[in-house]
């Protein structure tokens, strides 16, 4: 099974890669002007704010229900103690003391997290208590994300298009991180920011977001495919001449999108000056998170291996863990095969560079909460056959299996 596994996904991905790639010249829109922003009422903003609000609120109340029902919590204040045993301690550690704050034998584990989000933690900090510095440093950036996603997606799209297709990623598995103090809406927000201003012809803007995305994740560092082919296709590179006539629009577009290596440029130099080595982050990952950069069809196939180990030994890391993994790697795979060809050349481009380098983990275990953050999924489920109702539905019922499963604590990361 787990070679089967392996041969499905790397199948998968290259008839994906092949049916999106067919005809690419053709695809290139060469449109020289930027796209026309259309106007925005100030209804549309409160539906947005409304609806991010809401998914927060009932992500929280969710899991905190799952829990006091299954007998983890005592009180529903509990839950929002949950973050203890996610990620969310070291992020805490980072905005209280640093890098070097809660050294382990002398080593500086806490360095393979970015510092976008710890430090907006930290600011938040110097007002308000730790806790609640943790949730409006996630909450704050999740709704700015809603704002950014819906004017994103009306470029191209009607109202009520674009407001579906914000709630397809407000109810996708996985979107329960969004509730917690973790690093996913600032990332989100900033992506979603990026591609909006590098779609309306606005370099500096889109750069200085990009920095904080690639200041935030290391998956940030991928944004510089998608917006630079947005540089390109807004200069006709297929047109007689571009190079001569677009030169300054090219050099400045550039220069502007250089901001997103220099964000890991920062991150690299603090590695070196807290651990000794720029590279230091990838030996913490290998020794203590047993990760490491491999192939995403191997990781299918490892994920499969200890799916049908689990089954019959711990069967909730099944449900919780090895199942959820599984799903969303091979549904990304099949909606992208079905509707990549919806997406714009620099959102399918981005797919397969992300998909590979995200699922490419030697030991994988956070594959929903990734793919959750990739934004132009919103356009493969908006795109993929089949009613709308039936796509909720199904979506919004993962979805409810997954939390339950994190309030459970099944192993979900």
Request: proline share 5%; charged share 15%.
């Amino acid at each position: 099974m787990a070679t089967f596994a392996s041969v499905l996904s790397a199948a998968l991905f290259l008839a994906a890669l092949v049916s999106w790639g067919m005809n690419v010249r053709a695809r290139y829109r060469q449109d020289l002007e930027a796209p026309s922003v259309p106007p925005f009422a100030a209804r549309e903003y409160a539906a947005v704010l409304l609806l991010c609000l809401a998914s927060l609120i009932l992500h929280t109340g969710l899991v905190s229900a799952v829990r006091l029902i299954g007998g983890k919590n005592t009180a529903f204040a509990d839950t929002f103690r949950m973050f203890t045993g996610l990620d969310s301690r070291h992020y805490f550690d980072i905005a209280r003391g640093g890098y070097t704050a809660a050294a382990e034998n002398g080593e500086y584990l806490n360095l393979v997290f970015f510092p976008g989000y710890p430090l907006l933690t930290g600011l938040f900090m110097l007002v308000f208590p730790e806790d609640l510095s943790g949730y409006l440093a996630a909450w704050i950036p999740f709704l700015l994300a809603g704002m950014a996603l819906y004017r994103l997606f009306r470029l191209d799209r009607d109202r009520p298009a674009a407001l579906r297709m914000l709630l397809w990623l407000c109810i996708v598995p996985g979107a329960v991180f969004y509730s917690y103090p973790m690093s996913e809406p600032l990332y989100l927000a900033a992506a979603a920011a990026a591609l909006y201003l590098a779609r309306t012809r606005r370099w500096f803007a889109a750069g200085v977001c990009g920095f904080v995305a690639a200041f935030t994740r290391s998956l940030g560092l991928l944004l510089l495919l998608p917006l630079g082919i947005e540089l390109l296709e807004s200069c006709g590179p297929f047109r007689k001449g571009f190079l001569k006539d677009h030169w300054k629009e090219l050099l400045k577009g550039a220069s502007c999108l250089l901001m997103i290596p220099l964000a890991f440029a920062v991150y690299l130099c603090i590695n070196r000056i807290v651990g000794g080595d720029p590279l230091i982050f990838l030996q913490y990952q290998k020794s203590n998170w047993h990760q490491s950069a491999g192939w995403f069809f191997t990781t299918a196939g490892t994920q499969m291996e200890y799916a049908m180990r689990t089954w019959v030994e711990t069967p909730y890391k099944f449900w919780g863990l090895w199942l959820p993994n599984l799903l969303v790697g091979f549904g990304s795979l099949a909606l992208m095969l079905l509707r990549g060809r919806r997406l714009r050349l620099s959102e399918g481009a981005w797919f397969f560079v992300y998909f590979a380098v995200a699922y490419g983990a030697s030991w994988l275990l956070s594959g929903p909460r990734y793919m959750a953050v990739f934004f132009p999924m919103a356009v493969l489920i908006e795109e993929a056959p089949g009613p709308k109702w039936l796509k909720g539905t199904l979506l919004g019922g993962a979805s409810l299996f997954y939390l339950f499963c994190f309030a459970m604590r099944w192993s979900v990361w």
